[in-house]
């Protein structure tokens, strides 16, 4: 069973960043967030892939950036410029099957998330 955990969560003003890392247990290639905000469906925010392509959810594109360091199985997220509206629990996920040398299907396993307010 793999243990991812999260972290760097807080509260900060609009316009400001915050940086999130999730700690991996082991050596997983497919990895992303994702966030929820109080009674909204969950949603993807940016996932990475195993060759390193990222892909991003249109309201986060050139404001967050997601990056991982294999050595350390973390994967971190860069939020800047942030906005009232990325207010919710963030999540890592980790875990997906390898179809093609891509990651596909669902995440295995997730963390138990980490708050983001942001105030206006």
């Known amino acids: 069973q793999v243990q991812v955990v999260e972290s760097g969560g807080g509260s900060v003003q609009a316009g400001g960043s915050l940086r999130l890392s999730c700690a991996a247990s082991?050596?997983?290639?497919?990895m992303g967030w994702f966030r929820q905000a109080p009674g909204e469906e969950r949603e993807g925010v940016a996932e990475?892939?195993?060759?390193?392509?990222?892909s991003y959810t249109d309201s986060v594109k050139g404001r967050f950036t997601i990056s991982k360091d294999g050595t350390r199985n973390t994967l971190y997220l860069q939020m800047n410029s942030l906005k009232p509206e990325d207010t919710a629990m963030y999540y890592c996920?980790?875990?997906?099957?390898?179809?093609?040398?891509?990651?596909?299907?669902?995440?295995?396993?997730w963390g138990q998330g980490t708050q983001v307010t942001v105030a206006s």
């Open positions: 082991g050596s997983i290639s497919c």
């Open positions: 996920a980790a875990g997906r099957t390898i179809v093609g040398g891509r990651c596909r299907g669902r995440y295995y396993y």
């Open positions: 990475i892939d195993r060759d390193g392509s990222t």
